[in-house]
């Protein structure tokens, strides 16, 4: 990420308007198109979600997510999704976006905003998307930005009051405090037999769990806080408002009518209209904000939150003048209040604090360990407490917090047992803990805690998601329990099916409260598991730890297996949602795989030439490896900048090939057998890839190429093994490699020369004749031992079709007369 607010190089595209106008979507598509990128959102949910589409489309071997308190970073990932705040400062990127970006304006979070609005950029192109009432803001200080105005999808209307009876299916009942929200749930479980809940503070295991239940139609109404006015999609056709006022951390306030247009404009997804009103029991929007909402025209933002960033780190007291210091641009407004800014200016004051910090590095440090969030939202006092003994273990000793220490904070935490309210504490509580051990350097053993904040988040978020179900959609969780027992159950005799383990296997697994693992406990396990919990066989069934879940199944090409479930029926809809998509994410790092982690889809983008956006095509449907008659006219026509991008990526021109480097090597030639097995549906000649030469009758038909061998006369041999030999024969010093391999390979007499010759080659007759010449020049050989290379005498009769099947008893094409 170029951090440069100077910088020119960067085309800088602003898409400005309301909901449902597809602009995360094109920014996503955009950044697709890019070899990498990272896109910061406004909340670690949407994060979540948009972490999912990219790695459906993707694989998670290529993509990130970076989140507070969420870090999931494969060894080489192009692309990172974050929260804005998490966004890496120092990460350069092809393409940046930043989602929401009217959230500037926000008192609290908005200086996070300005900051990426001023400095972030990506190396070619950068994106900000939000509401068209940062048009203005945006023009004064991006003039070179160009501003593109998006139009909504779907028409929204005002439906008027309505009681929570008469609520129309797929409706949302919005709230503004979770006591408020489990009221509305209550009630409407009563009514309706089922709500799912989402709340901003529950964590993305549990709201994922949540919206999975009510968009696979387990249940047709959601209760929610403006957490989903955020980006969160959902299918919803209503919003009812329950309350018009919130209380936004420093006081109760009526909301604006561009937050009400937020929240409102989830409801009619992509090109279905939507509407929304409010519960009868609040008075009718007055016919002025009505007309804001759906003609989508509010006031535009005149002034932007601003925190300086040009942090002096000299003493405390420095840091709180820097951070105190006011902005010079009219356009923006210091930060009132901040929690890390409070926190600094309480420690500041503490005698121990004052003596410990001694430099520049330990004013830095504390004003790191200011920024850890209170999630738990209570009294100052008990946060600053926490803070205080954090840096003073940092401080003191060997600069880790204590094992014991941490333990003692940690320990009462991992109990699932209680309420919802008890549990939602207790997650709140785990989330500072869960940032701590992603701070580098702070503690002894950071993975091992950082597993066992993130089991005891994740035991927490799936009791907390069963007490949900519980109370809100009881009927429905019983019916949903009674299905899963009994497909999952003990197979009767004569029974077969490949879940029979699977139901004893949950039996004895322990879930969040020592029970035997729910449905619900067992797709999370699934969705959060690494490329490597799966097993892949050649066929292409998918087993997760040795059991069977699904396979892969025919794709309109080679390069789009789609997933079938082993059983579908055993699943409710939600689960079977979550499980396909973290499915298809392993399909999608299955293909990446076969083609040696080459970026085919980013190449292919609108922004290359057209010679570029051909060879990425070509080496995507050829799986990483393509001819050189089919890329030389291509190959020819890319300017020189284009041609080192792509052998930097790992393409090589060979003598016979173009092609990934990675692409032939043994693990991608088995992912290329799986898949092209799989679309043809036939099984693959024995021995491929393993056995680096087939006879061509081997292959009854196949098109060898499909499977990375090439046609030699009568035999095939492997395109690496080609190349390799290609690449020996250019070399005026090869022939003692050429030699050697071909020994390796037991290819000899006439089957080798017919090799030899295809490649462009010496035949073995040409280069016996040569040694022979080279011998007569030099001396004769002794009458008593005239012979050749072969053993033979010189004074046989020789005979070519003999002696190709008589050396050494080579491979000669698979009994076929050599040539």
């Not at 002096?312 to 902005?327: G, K, M, N, T, V």
């Not at 009927?475 to 027992?485: G, K």
């Not at 017919?754 to 002794?782: I, M, T, Y």
């Amino acid at each position: 990420m170029n951090s440069s607010p100077s910088s020119r190089s960067s085309v800088v595209i602003a898409e400005l308007g309301p909901t449902n106008t597809g602009k995360t979507h094109r920014a996503i598509e955009r950044m697709l198109e890019h070899d990498t990128g990272i896109i910061g959102l406004p909340l670690r949910l949407l994060a979540r979600e948009v972490y999912d589409r990219v790695t459906a489309r993707v694989g998670e071997g290529r993509v990130a997510l970076m989140t507070g308190e969420e870090k999931r970073v494969p060894p080489r990932p192009d692309y990172w999704i974050c929260t804005v705040e998490a966004m890496p400062a120092d990460r350069p990127v092809d393409f940046l976006a930043v989602d929401e970006i009217q959230l500037a304006a926000h008192r609290e979070r908005g200086h996070v905003f300005t900051d990426r609005l001023l400095h972030a950029r990506g190396l070619r192109e950068t994106w900000f998307l939000g509401a068209d009432t940062m048009r203005p803001m945006l023009q004064a200080l991006i003039p070179h930005a160009s501003l593109k105005r998006a139009t909504r999808l779907s028409q929204l209307s005002y439906a008027g009051g309505r009681s929570l009876k008469s609520l129309p299916p797929r409706s949302a009942v919005v709230a503004f405090s979770a006591d408020r929200v489990y009221e509305l749930a209550e009630a409407l479980r009563r009514l309706r037999g089922g709500v799912a809940v989402v709340l901003g503070a529950l964590s993305p295991r549990t709201r994922n769990a949540q919206v999975a239940m009510y968009q696979a139609g387990e249940v047709q109404y959601l209760v929610a806080t403006d957490a989903i006015g955020m980006g969160l999609n959902l299918d919803l056709n209503h919003v009812a408002f329950a309350a018009l006022s919130k209380f936004d951390g420093a006081e109760q306030r009526d909301l604006f009518p561009d937050e009400l247009a937020q929240i409102a404009g989830r409801a009619g997804r992509h090109l279905n209209d939507g509407s929304f009103g409010t519960l009868n029991t609040l008075p009718e929007l007055s016919p002025r904000v009505i007309s804001a909402i759906e003609s989508h025209r509010f006031p535009p933002v005149r002034r932007l939150i601003w925190r300086n960033a040009a942090l002096d780190f000299s003493s405390p007291e420095s840091l709180l003048d820097s951070l105190s210091r006011a902005p010079r641009h009219n356009a923006f407004v210091r930060v009132e209040r901040a929690d890390d800014f409070d926190a600094l200016r309480e420690l500041s004051q503490v005698p121990a604090i004052r003596e410990a910090v001694t430099g520049r590095d330990m004013v830095e440090l504390l004003w790191q360990v200011c920024q850890i969030p209170d999630f738990r939202k209570g009294l100052l006092g008990q946060h600053v407490a926490l803070l205080r003994e954090t840096f003073l273990q940092l401080t003191a000793g060997d600069g880790r917090l204590e094992h014991a220490w941490l333990a003692k904070q940690v320990s009462p935490l991992d109990d699932v047992s209680g309420d919802i309210h008890t549990l939602m504490d207790r997650l709140a509580a785990i989330r500072i803990w869960t940032y701590i051990s992603h701070r580098s350097g702070w503690l002894h053993d950071a993975e091992q805690w950082q597993e066992r904040t993130r089991r005891i988040e994740d035991a927490l978020g799936d009791a907390l998601h069963e007490r949900l179900v519980e109370r809100f959609v009881q009927r429905a969780a019983r019916r949903s329990a009674r299905r899963f027992v009994r497909a999952t159950a003990s197979p009767s005799p004569g029974q077969d099916s490949p879940f029979a383990k699977l139901g004893l296997l949950l039996g004895e697994m322990p879930g969040a409260d020592g029970a035997a693992m729910t449905e619900e406990q067992f797709v999370q396990r699934v969705v959060d598991a690494t490329h490597d919990a799966f097993q892949v066989d050649a066929s292409g069934s998918i087993s997760f730890e040795e059991q069977p879940l699904a396979r892969l199944v025919r794709g309109k090409d080679r390069r789009s297996p789609q997933i079938a479930l082993a059983e579908p029926e055993v699943w409710t809809g939600g689960a079977r949602r979550q499980l396909e998509r973290r499915l298809v994410a392993l399909a999608r790092d299955l293909v990446t795989e076969s083609m040696g982690g080459f970026p085919a889809e980013a190449l292919a983008g609108a922004g290359r030439s057209a010679a570029t956006r051909g060879i990425a095509y070509r080496l995507a449907e050829g799986l990483g490896v393509i001819s050189q008659g089919e890329a030389r006219e291509q190959w020819r026509l890319l300017e020189g900048e284009a041609r080192e991008r792509l052998r930097a990526l790992g393409v090589r021109e060979g003598q016979r090939f173009l092609y990934v480097a990675e692409a032939l090597a043994p693990h991608a030639l088995e992912r290329r057998c799986m898949l092209t097995a799989l679309f043809h549906q036939r099984v693959p000649p024995k021995g491929i890839p393993r056995e680096p030469v087939l006879d061509v009758a081997e292959f009854g038909g196949w098109d060898a190429r499909a499977f990375g061998y090439e046609v030699l006369g009568t035999v095939t041999l492997r395109i690496d093994v080609v190349e390799r030999l290609s690449e020996a024969l250019r070399h005026q010093q090869g022939a003692q490699q050429v030699h050697r391999l071909m020994q390796e390979l037991r290819l000899e007499g006439g089957v080798r020369a017919r090799v030899l010759r295809e490649l462009g080659g010496p035949s073995a007759s040409a280069s016996l004749k040569r040694r022979r010449r080279r011998r007569g020049r030099q001396s004769p050989p002794p009458a008593s031992d005239k012979r050749g290379v072969n053993g033979q005498h010189a004074g046989a009769h020789h005979n070519p079709q003999r002696s190709g099947a008589g050396e050494g008893g080579g491979r000669t094409g698979g009994g076929q007369k050599p040539d």
